[in-house]
């Protein structure tokens, strides 16, 4: 889709296209360095037996590539490289849905304070993320309770299950 298509539909459905909330995420100019962190050059989010996506820390334009189900993703207009700055991964608690098609459809408990990780620039560290409730803004916090400060650049946020095996290397 385009900004353009979506502005389109939203004024067709009678959406709000502007917002007073602050972004979610504390963006810096100058690059985060999380070298007391752990090495991320390769981060596997296992979102499903089927969906297995993955990220290749590309150090030349200091960027994670994307893959999906062992592929690189890839943007159908231009054909490059999906990538991104920022990954944030959210552990949170998770249930199926039932419904008329029981294709394993996943619901998400996501209110409350949850363990993750902020990766960039090469580097991990664990974090905390908080939701006070259903209409709140989720919060990403270090382990000493500050906002994370985020690399300026576009940013990746995974939820997963719990029980998710989440591989950084």
Known sequence: TSTE???KAAKSKGYKTTSDKKSILNYVTDE???EDGITANSVTIPHSTLQKVKYVYDET??????YAR??????WDTGNAITT??????FCDNYTLTDSENKGRQGLKNIGTFDGYYITNGYAIPIKC????????TQYKDLKGN?????????FINICPQDAKIEIE
């Not at 334009?61 to 994307?66: G, I, L, S």
């Not at 062992?70 to 943007?75: G, H, I, P």
């Not at 908080?130 to 803004?137: D, F, L, N, V, W």
């Open 130 to 137: 908080e939701k006070e409730s259903r209409t709140a803004q």
């Open 5 to 7: 298509a979506l502005l």
């Open 147 to 155: 906002a994370i400060e985020v690399s300026d650049g576009n940013t």
């Open 61 to 66: 334009n200091q960027v994670y590539k994307r």
């Open 32 to 34: 985060v360095n999380l």
């Open 70 to 75: 062992n592929k690189a993703q890839t943007d």
């Open 85 to 90: 700055k920022n990954i944030i991964i959210t």
